[in-house]
């Protein structure tokens, strides 16, 4: 199973994204998706998540509100829009998969619920 992200970069504060991750190599089951990040000189920390039957998305409590998270279950992919961006949402973005039925709601904005990961992509918010 791979997971790909793409989509980021420079923007200006106020701007907008939309990050798309793909997910290749037929994983057994999806449970759910999520996003994390990773600031400089800071962990990794939860932004959002969907479930991939539908039913449930998380958001972070920073991105509430800017930031959207939806699911194309025909193409394996999950999209992250970002409106507003501000500098503090400068990160390394990660997708992840959730391949087992057992995070709910919740549980699912924790790291280790997730079985597969992408590389990352970068986005940066200049001031």
């Known amino acids: 199973v791979e997971l790909v992200e793409s989509g980021g970069g420079l923007v200006q504060t106020g701007g907008s994204l939309r990050l798309q991750c793909v997910v290749s190599?037929?994983?057994?089951?999806?449970?759910?998706m999520g996003w994390f990040r990773r600031a400089p000189g800071k962990e990794r920390e939860f932004v959002s998540a969907?479930?991939?039957?539908?039913?449930?998305?998380l958001y972070a409590d920073s991105v509430k509100g800017r930031f959207t998270i939806t699911r194309d279950a025909t193409e394996n992919t999950v999209h992250l829009q970002m409106n507003g961006l501000q500098p503090e949402d400068t990160a390394v973005y990660y997708c992840?998969?959730?391949?087992?039925?057992?995070?709910?709601?919740?549980?699912?904005?924790?790291?280790?619920?997730?079985?597969?990961w992408g590389r990352g992509t970068q986005v940066t918010v200049s001031s």
């Open positions: 992840a998969l959730d391949g087992d039925p057992i995070c709910t709601g919740a549980g699912c904005r924790q790291e280790h619920e997730y079985d597969y």
């Open positions: 190599g037929q994983p057994s089951s999806i449970n759910a």
């Open positions: 969907l479930r991939w039957s539908g039913g449930w998305t």
